[in-house]
């Protein structure tokens, strides 16, 4: 799929504070239907972990590879894509960075652009010299909506997820 929106001009990533625009470049590819850029800064060990906005959790590269190409599936393009650190953490070999993201891209069944934000975690490694994305934590909850949402397995008769 072709696209406007620069590809990463390296995946090695040396220096740390490339990261935040590697992940958004990545984003913009993905919300154009192309998840080669978030394939290629993703650790490909079987210790990758996501936990994607979707829902539920992946480990291990595998399954992780192909939740990406699933969700760059459900992607039409006219992406934007924007970040706000709400905080990162730096060590030799580690950084976690916070954030929220911003997002507009068209998705299946909607002819308009759609805006939705994620908070995200990233944890990254340093593999070979370059900044690999070992976690991923995605998810739609960047405004408060309080014990009620988070306790709806405790609200049902049987106590847990599934039970419908």
Known sequence: MSSDVPRPRSQAVADV??????LDQANAHMLN????PWKALMSHSEDVS????????LRGWRDV???????????????QTSRENIATWAGDDLVCLVDIEHHRSQVADHPEPV????R?????RREGGSWRVV???ADPLAAFVG????????????GRAGAD
Do not use: K
Request: glycine letters at 16%; charged letters at 15%; one cysteine or more.
């Open 65 to 79: 590879s192909a939740r990406f190409d699933r969700t760059a599936s459900g992607y039409a393009g006219g992406a």
């Open 147 to 158: 014990p009620n949402f988070a306790h709806l397995d405790a609200q049902r008769p049987e």
């Open 17 to 22: 504070h490339e990261v935040p625009t590697l």
């Open 115 to 118: 805006g939705f934000l994620y």
């Open 120 to 124: 995200t975690t990233h944890v990254l």
């Open 50 to 57: 996501l936990l994607g906005a979707y829902g539920g959790y």
């Open 135 to 137: 976690l991923r934590h």
């Open 33 to 36: 239907g192309d998840c080669g």
